[in-house]
């Protein structure tokens, strides 16, 4: 009966910055069940601006995800 299988749990990843350049790295790695998922953060880094972005500095990841999902990241791991 496939309308009542549970949930199973599963191992994902999610980047959230700074994939295919460097620096503004940040990924998620989920696991659990879709709507009781735990996060580990790898990483919050930060990326200085070009000259394609006049008057910005500093580019950084988008954290809004993380705002409504902090009461489910669990840690931060800072690799460098």
């Known amino acids: 009966m496939i309308g009542h299988m549970a949930e199973q749990n599963e ?29 580990l953060m790898m990483d919050l880094g930060m990326s200085f601006a070009g000259d394609e972005a006049p008057g910005v500095d500093l580019v950084l990841p988008d954290i809004r995800f993380l705002e409504k999902e902090k009461a489910n990241i669990v840690g931060l791991i800072l690799t460098h």
């Open 11 to 39: 191992l994902v990843f999610a980047p959230l910055g700074g994939v295919g350049e460097i620096g503004m790295n940040l990924g998620l790695y989920g696991f659990g069940p879709r709507r009781a998922r735990k996060w």
